[in-house]
């Protein structure tokens, strides 16, 4: 008797629990917060790459509390994308009930490169934050909100050789660089010579004072030169044939170097990928400038010499070039772009 009373109490006891446990999941499961509220100060901004003022606040996010009806443990994560890409792949900050997310202005120039802006030109970002408790509750997002910014661009100085000439005064501190990207000996850049003899050398410094690099051998193939390199002091002047915006490159292991001579042009769905559009280069701002009117949305290129021997898209789409990237997305409407090559390594464009 004692074995079947016990017997009773344990099912009973059980039969109860598993009634609580049904009842805390139904009610979990029903259960919907409200929405938090979310607010940026500021909503527009330039940011500033100055030693000044790149490690201060440039915006704080801040955000109301989430109801659920009850004391619950709300993480929150702050989401942010550009503008028009429905979130898909957002940068992502989460707090364990945290109401506020500071960004220095460096931190907030990486999210905006890494979210595809443009940098040195006004773009758009939405940020939302999302509230959630237990997979057994619906998360709940705010409203989402916009934020213009204007990014700076990050300038990576790699190795470098400097270019001194007869078209700058023979002046090797203040003389445009050729870079070697990848450390590697192999150096290249995009260099107008437009006056004087056209002829240059390469240094390792910005100075005489070290190694300089004359003419050994050269080729003159129309435009374009090529040819080896000596390390003598006293060798010869390297050359251009003609005035132009030449791609430089300098093979120090080998000894070699060449110069090709380009001009710019677009071209893309916008043309049927078809006659190039020609850029027109600016002496002053150092920059090719087009202009293009899409009918549709689509994609477009930069090459030179209406060619794809060198051409450049944007892996990234952040506004930072590579060479044989992909299709750089445009819009419907007029749009003047800009090509910046005469930071080597570091090219860049803009759609205004």
């Known amino acids: 008797m004692k074995k079947i009373l016990n017997k009773i109490w344990i099912l009973a006891i059980a039969s109860a629990l598993l009634v609580a446990c049904k009842k805390d999941e139904t009610r979990a499961v029903l259960s919907k917060g409200a929405p938090n509220t979310l607010t940026a100060n500021p909503t527009t901004l330039v940011l500033d790459s100055s030693a000044a003022n790149r490690n201060n606040t440039a915006i704080t996010f801040s955000w109301t509390k989430a109801d659920y009806g009850y004391a619950a443990g709300v993480k929150y994560t702050l989401q942010i994308a550009k503008a028009g890409a429905n979130f898909v792949n957002p940068r992502e900050y989460t707090l364990e009930g945290g109401l506020e997310q500071k960004f220095t202005h460096a931190e907030f120039n990486q999210i905006a490169l890494l979210s595809g802006l443009a940098p040195n030109a006004n773009g758009t970002l939405e940020a939302r934050v ?172 930069f090459r030179a010499n209406a060619a794809w021997t060198i051409n450049f898209g944007d892996n990234g789409a952040n506004g930072s070039l590579e060479y044989d990237g992909s299709n750089i997305n445009i819009t419907p409407g007029s749009h003047t772009i800009t090509l910046d090559l005469h930071i080597p390594g570091n090219y860049t464009y803009t759609i205004q």
């Open 130 to 301: 999302r509230s959630s408790v237990s997979p057994y509750v619906d998360t709940v997002y705010s409203a989402k909100i916009t934020i213009t910014v204007k990014p700076y661009f990050i300038i990576i100085n790699y190795p470098s050789l400097w270019v001194p000439g007869d078209y700058q005064g023979w002046n090797p501190p203040t003389a445009p660089k050729i870079s070697s990207v990848n450390s590697n000996g192999q150096y290249e850049g995009y260099i107008n010579i437009a006056g004087g003899t056209l002829q240059f050398k390469f240094t390792s410094d910005p100075d005489w004072n070290h190694t300089n690099y004359g003419f050994a051998t050269g080729t003159t193939t129309g435009s374009d030169a090529s040819g080896t390199l000596s390390t003598s002091g006293s060798a010869g002047n390297l050359y251009v044939p003609v005035t132009g915006y030449f791609r430089m490159k300098a093979n120090v292991p080998a000894l070699t170097w060449s110069v090709t001579k380009t001009t710019w042009s677009l071209i893309g769905d916008f043309n049927g990928w078809g006659a190039d559009a020609n850029m027109t280069y600016n002496p002053a701002t150092q920059v090719w400038t087009g202009t293009i009117n899409p009918s549709a949305a689509g994609g477009f290129k």
